[in-house]
């Protein structure tokens, strides 16, 4: 098997041109380019009573919206740091426990039984509350690395992200690979050390592993008063402000009681341990003179990032960290996307034709009149009773109403979805929403027509932004029902699983459903999760037997191309199989097998990444 180091050329490899150089794709950028305006003219598909004169959002509402992703390694206090963030956000009135005791509440973010039973994150989860007249969308992500193509796509519908780092670890694999991931997607990006109730290692050693291993200049706003037992508070750099905290019970607001740095005699009585005091003083000339000071345009820019200390557990540092992000944070930001005018037949698949699937080149603001948004995940059975589908929307321009009618890329031109209903999200909690703006996160009922990387739109010019890549698999293995009479039962969850992205589908060529269907996957636990949701879920047991390969490549030079590497045995020992688009994927036995096909066969376009077409 593979190593799971490798991983980072999964995910890394949005991506990869080769199998040794990484590159993004530079419709994955978020860099400004050609400014879309929106067309006035109207076409013979679509009536000029299916559109509003104008969907645009108010500066105000544009203005006020914050999108937070949350990334860490496993085990860093991630799910923790969210329910805290929902605690003092006033969006809960006590936070969960990610292990539960006693009477103790479950986290709002971990809502599956998997979840809960493991004690870990499993699918990115969204919530979002108002606080101080800012609407915050906060994005949970997967930890486990076996879940980062989920973790991927909610960074896609981010605008700022938070890593979080265990103070006694520092920088951990996840994390460097996640790092990675915000840096291609040109995040601005805040770091919160956790766990500083708990022996740590010095701020300063962190910052020099952040600054050694990615190149990124952090400048400190929380600087911590001692850690482990001895953890006091923590200094607002800013104001000049120290806060120390009294432990509160878990699930509850911790008591802080605020002292200048100016008024030392009560600071130092206060902090109540000489060497803390002297310390904090050392340290807070030291920063002073070494530290560049805040600069929000290198922070924009990726190359540098705002540093916080404090303790989700004790709920140390949380709210502040909470109210300097909506101070710092960005804005919603544009995408850049593919436009096409809508036409039908034979014109239109000369315009599909002429598309370069892998690129946007015109950039749609928050401003742009028209409603625009992509799919970044779909769910199914968030409410068990009633089955029902969600796909999780992300706004990028204009403002969503209900009842809206829009229009989809992949569907055909004309064709409109209206959209009766949608909600905001919770964790698994919903409510009904009548208005919604850019930066927010919508789910509306998906009957099974909208996909991971779709678009929805609103104009008369279709609109599509690029699709979320899919990962290189590397385990691999058939899926069957060992029940004959629960094989309705079985095929219903396995599409639905498949919909939301859980694993990745591949069967042999021209298999059209009826064959044997095999299951790719980043991780084992991938398939764990499959067959434990459709145990618990969709009541049917399943059989997985692996197949024997731990790499797969697409094949973007075609049939033709595959067809003649095969012809001249290029391509003996290798599994030939077809994606849900029925494009050839090759399956790989070892790294060596894949980097010599790949150099020695060009044609072939090997690549470990696959994304759907923009417009179908």
Partial sequence: MASKSVLITSLVCLLIGGTSSFHLPSSQLRRPSTTLHSSTETTDTASSNDYQESYSAPLTEINRRRNLAIISHPDSGKTTMTEKLLLYGGALQQAGAVRMKGEQRGTQSDFMEMERQRGISISATVMSFDYNALHINILDTPGHQDFSEDTYRALAAADNAVMLLDAAKGLEPQTRKLFEVCRMRQLPLFTFVNKMDRPALTPYEIMDQIEAEFGLETHPILWP???????????????????????????????????????????????????????????????????????????????????????????????????????????????????????????????????????????????????????????????????????????????????????????????????????????????S??????????????????????????????????????????????????????????????????????????????DDGGGPLILAAVGQLQFEVVQARLKS???????????????????????????????????????????????????????????????????????????PPMFD
């Fill in 225 to 431: 008063i001692g850690d482990g037992e001895r953890f006091k508070g923590v200094l607002d750099r800013l104001e000049n402000m120290v806060h120390l905290f009294d432990r509160a019970e878990r699930g509850s607001k911790s008591e802080v009681r605020q002292v200048s740095m100016s008024d030392l005699d009560t600071l130092k009585e206060c902090i109540n341990d000489d060497e803390l005091f002297d310390k904090l003083l050392e340290d807070q000339e030291l920063l002073e003179e070494l530290i560049n000071p805040l600069d929000m345009e290198r922070v924009i820019a990726g190359e540098q990032s705002p540093l916080f200390f404090g303790s989700a557990m004790t709920n140390f540092g949380v709210q502040l960290f909470l109210d300097k992000f909506c101070a710092m944070g960005t804005k919603p930001s544009g995408r850049l996307a593919k436009r096409m005018d809508e036409v039908k037949g034979k014109k239109a698949k000369e315009a599909v034709s002429s598309i370069d699937d892998d690129e946007g080149d015109e950039l749609i603001g928050p401003e742009y009149e028209d409603f625009t948004g992509f799919v970044f995940k779909t769910q199914a059975n968030l409410d068990p009773k009633h089955r029902d589908r969600l796909a999780y929307i992300r706004i990028v321009s204009g403002s969503f109403q209900k009842g809206m009618k829009v229009g989809h890329s992949r569907s055909k031109p004309g064709k409109k979805y209206n959209l009766a209903q949608a909600q905001t999200l919770f964790g698994s909690d919903r409510e």
């Fill in 433 to 510: 929403v009548e208005v919604a703006y850019p930066g927010d996160v919508i789910g509306i009922n998906n009957p099974g027509n909208f996909a991971i990387g779709d678009t929805l739109f609103t104009g008369n010019s279709k609109i599509a932004f690029p699709g979320i890549p899919s990962f290189s698999p590397e385990v691999f293995g058939y899926i069957r029902s060992p029940n004959p009479s629960s094989y309705k039962a079985f095929a219903k969850g396995i599409d639905q699983l498949l919909a939301e992205g859980a694993v990745q589908a591949l069967r042999q060529r021209n």
């Fill in 537 to 611: 879920e969709y009541g049917v047991d399943s059989d997985m037997e692996p197949i024997p390969f731990t790499l797969a490549r697409w094949a973007d030079g075609g049939w033709d191309a595959v067809d003649k590497a095969d012809k001249d045995g290029k391509l003996f020992g290798l599994m030939i199989l077809q994606d849900r688009w029925k494009r050839p994927v090759l399956l790989f036995r070892n790294d060596w097998k894949a980097a010599s096909v790949t150099e020695e066969e060009k044609y072939l376009e090997l690549k470990p990444w696959s994304k």
